[in-house]
């Protein structure tokens, strides 16, 4: 059987909060090109099971020194449902293409409108979804937020004033494109992203100077205090411990849970002591994520 | 998307050494923001979102090829 379950989540519910780990069978080469060649993933099952023996540990907060717990909450972990698919026998075209490489970088980029239909003709439905990639030149991840279902149910929460939901559902997962040597806490930073919303909360990359998101604000002074979520006043982080803001930015950032290391969503590659497992993320983020997880869940 | 390694910056600006990192700087920033925004609005013909796009695109395109493309070696 193509697809394997590797955690049986709520097995109460018809449709559990779902992650799924898919072997990419083609690569679009380069990205909108509308070239496809066989993934060398789907001819290397270890490496694959490796890569989902790694996401796993690293979504449960398993690894060696790994300060991030995320979906390893005891009331969140056994809700949370794990399948991998990998099925080298899928026809060659398009719409079996879940990763292209990036034409200016390194970057595996998510071809997002085919997760959701290729993981349904396995009689899968994700939240989010990684598919891995054993691209012999692109080594890098990314993610796209998830697009909710804003005409459905959610639970509400506050952002600053405005309201905004956990949608319960979604239009288009979101999607990740991870290399099969991916390491540390690659998997759980795009994890960030991936769970995050394009309308309703955007949980942004902090290792630049980024735009307005849910996680990242902009200005200068950077004031006491950075959001308030549901009505909980949380504070900047004035410094950017660790790693400092660079005089060009008017980015800043929420405060640190653990303000010896760079937040989760920061550059983790720069952790001091050199270990990017001691990273968490900021209270925002973390608040956000595992509010957004908690209302998919009880859906 | 993934940070990029301290050591694999450095090594960059070392081995080209005309490389700005400030080109750099702004080369991350543009790949970053290419994930935050929506694709469905981007692929809307004649929206705002499909404007950026394509002119951030044509700039990581310009970026890309100062950065990590070797020159040739002009004549004078």
């Known amino acids: 059987m193509p697809t394997k379950t590797i955690r049986v989540g709520d097995t109460t519910k018809p449709d559990p909060f779902t992650v799924a780990i898919i072997a990419n069978p083609y690569l679009e080469a380069p990205w909108n090109s509308g070239t496809f ?20 540990a690293s979504l449960f907060g398993g690894l060696a020194g790994q300060a991030e717990r995320l979906l390893g909450d005891l009331a969140i972990a056994p809700k949370v449902r794990v399948l991998s698919v990998f099925d080298p ?48 030149s692109h080594t890098r991840a990314s993610a796209w937020f998830t697009t909710d279902d804003d005409a459905g149910p959610g639970n509400n929460f506050t952002l600053d004033g405005k309201t905004f939901s956990h949608r ?100 983790y590659w720069m952790a001091p002591g050199g270990i990017p497992e001691h990273c968490q993320h900021d209270r925002i983020t973390r608040q956000f994520l595992m509010d957004r997880v908690r209302a998919k869940i009880s859906r | 998307m993934e940070p990029l390694k301290p050591e694999i910056k450095e090594n960059l600006l070392a081995i080209r050494p005309e490389a700005d990192p400030a080109d750099l700087e702004e080369y991350e920033r543009l790949l970053a923001e290419r994930f935050a925004t929506d694709p469905d609005r981007a692929a809307a013909p004649e929206s705002k979102e499909l404007r950026d796009s394509q002119s951030s695109e044509e700039r990581l395109a310009e970026l890309f090829h100062r950065l990590f493309v070797p020159q040739p070696i002009s004549k004078s």
């Open chain 1, 89 to 136: 026998g899928v026809p060659s075209g398009d719409q079996n293409s879940l990763v292209a490489q990036d034409g200016v970088s390194n970057l595996l980029v998510p071809r997002r409108d085919n997760f959701k239909p290729f993981l349904a003709q396995h009689g899968v439905e994700a939240d989010v979804a990684y598919a891995v990639s054993l691209s012999q």
């Open chain 1, 168 to 267: 319960h559902r979604n239009i288009t997962p979101g999607t990740i494109a991870i290399h099969s040597s991916a390491t540390s806490m690659t998997a759980v930073h795009e994890f960030g992203h991936a769970l995050s919303s394009y309308s309703n909360g955007a949980v942004l990359d902090l290792y630049v100077d980024s735009k307005l998101g849910l996680n990242n604000k902009r200005g200068r002074p950077i004031p006491a205090s950075f959001a308030t979520y549901d009505g909980v006043v949380m504070a900047s982080d004035p410094i950017r411990d660790s790693l400092g803001y660079p005089v060009t930015w008017q980015s800043y950032h929420c405060e640190l849970i653990t303000p010896a290391f760079p937040a989760l969503m920061d550059n």
């Open chain 1, 37 to 56: 060649v066989p993934d060398p993933i789907t001819t290397n099952q270890p490496a694959f099971d490796s890569c989902v023996n790694y996401i796993v």
